[in-house]
Every structure is written in C-alpha cells, then in structure tokens.
C-alpha cells in the first residue's frame, strides 16, 4: 500500500503532499516531509531509487522510492508488499500524464494548477491502492473531467449566484 506521495523541490520546498495513511498534526506531517526530503537528496544520481527509510509515522518497513527529475523528487513512500519496480513504473507514468497534460510540465504547473495535479493523482492512486497505469486511460478521464467543468460552466452565466448555479445544475440548496 502507498502511504505518501510528497513532491518536492531541490530545496526541499514541498510541491505536492497526499498522505494515504494519516499523520495528524502539521509539525509531524512537516517532519515527515523533511524526514523524507533528507533521507532522498543527500544521495547521488547513480544510487538507486529505492532506499529503506525511516518514517516512524508510517510504522516500520517502509521504502521511499522515488525519481530525481531535473529540480523535483518525486517520492512514493510504501510499505514492504509493494513492487519497487512496479512504484519506479508508476511514477513515470504520473509524471508521463502531467507531461502530455501541461506540455513540458515544470514545477510552475505544480505551483499554479495544484488542482489538475491532483486530478490526475487521483485518477492514478485512491486511498493508497493503484487504480490505474495506462496513460490513455488516465488522459481520456482528465479530458472528459474538463469537457464536462466547461460544460457546467457554460450552463451557469457570469452573473449567476451560487444558488442559481446550483440549482441549474440540479442542485438545489441541499448540496
């Protein structure tokens, strides 16, 4: 199972953080992104991406596996069931999807459209569990997602409350 998903920069600054498995507290979920942050950028390029970490958050035997793309670490922690292999292959394929979704996706895509890049996660990892690898099928449900938001937005005018909106869209005020 994936317990955490934490994106960041060469700095440590974190891009993207979904925890599968909960950390309460913000000093902890901080700590455990500089935890992770330490224990990935203090190795060389040449090692390889997986490495048995310490995260006393997430219980013992947990392996960070992660990728180093250009001012990004992209890290997945798991637990000791998961495939190294596999993980190392879904990260390419998150990060294939935000490249064909954001063209040349940088950490700026990350920063400005946090909610696409969130999107496109959940269309790849729910709860902890993969649901999906194929990277058509990824894209397809992004564009269908979209197609549909401007679909609704087109219904509802500029000048329109929010419950106008809601109840063109079949919402009424129990939403």
Same mark, same amino acid.
Do not use: C, F
């Given at each position: 199972m994936i317990k955490g998903i934490v994106i960041v920069n060469n700095s440590g600054k974190p891009r993207l953080v979904k925890f599968y498995q909960n950390v309460f507290g913000e000093d902890r979920q901080q700590s455990v992104i500089?935890? *992770?942050f330490q224990?990935?950028?203090t190795r060389p390029d040449s090692f390889c991406n997986y490495l048995e970490?310490? *995260?006393?958050e997430w219980g013992e035997n947990i392996?960070?596996?992660y990728r180093h793309y250009a001012?990004?670490?992209f890290v997945f922690a798991v637990d000791a069931q998961e495939s190294d292999l596999g993980i190392l292959d879904l990260i390419q394929v998150f990060v294939e999807a935000l490249d064909k979704r954001f063209e040349n996706v940088c950490e700026l895509d990350l920063i400005f459209h946090s909610d696409r890049v969130h999107y496109i996660l959940d269309e790849i990892v729910m709860g902890g569990m993969v649901l999906e690898t194929n990277?058509?099928?990824i894209l397809q449900a992004i564009n269908d997602q979209e197609r549909m938001h401007k679909e609704s937005m087109k219904k509802a005018g500029p000048s329109d409350s929010v419950d106008a909106i809601s109840t063109k869209l079949g919402a009424g005020r129990n939403w």
């Open positions: 500089r935890r *992770v224990q990935v950028s970490g310490s *995260v006393p392996k960070l596996i001012t990004l670490y990277i058509n099928a």
